[in-house]
């Protein structure tokens, strides 16, 4: 679990997380994730009551139950392991500016739409455009859930070209409780190169932290920035 502050970037009701990474152990005996959580630290019982319960409702269709068995978070620079054999070790840690993770990006990058990403659209593949716009309104709708406003301001998206594009729509579902089926995922998966994205930078950086697009609670919009390629 990595915590990230989103008004520190700069100065809606989205879910304060992303889910990343999702893997089963050998034998189906362990379930790993990898949640992005955005904005405060939350009280410490509340995230790990919350954690519990998830494991003791159960998981997909036939509900298999689990105990939270470690809980390693990362933030402020450290990495903490809060949980370990299903015993509290220490509190959270502090929230990394989403600067921290800012790194080089490429002139034109080269971005890597690494789970399903869908923006509304469904019947055309996704622009450079659409995906700068979501990233924008993504972060001002993280922003405002915490009480803050990011106060920065970009040029129009529309000046981006794709250079490069090979993406391809992928289906998926998950389980809902809720509804008691399996509902649709489905998403654009593949490459993109962008081409004027000299002034969103910063954008493009911070759309690898937050995912962008619908279902990024449950994995969708994940973007890989490739760096080898430059």
Known sequence: TTWFDPGRLGSGRPRPYALRELSVG????????????????????????????AGAMGFGAKRVRGTLAQLLAVGGGESVPV??????LAPLPEPSPLTTLFLSVPQQPRLLLASPMQLGRTDDPITGADLLSSTIRRLHALAAEQGQRIDQRWPDPGAVRLIESELSWVEGSRWSRRQRA?????????SMVLDGAEEFHELVAAAEVIQVGRNTSAGLGAIAIDRASC
């Open 26 to 53: 050998p034998g189906g005996r362990t379930l790993t994730a990898s949640l992005r959580v955005f904005g405060r630290v939350p009280q410490q019982d509340v995230l790990l009551g919350a954690l519990r319960r």
């Open 83 to 88: 949980v370990d054999g299903g015993q509290l």
């Open 182 to 190: 399996r509902i649709g995922l489905g998403g654009w998966m593949g």
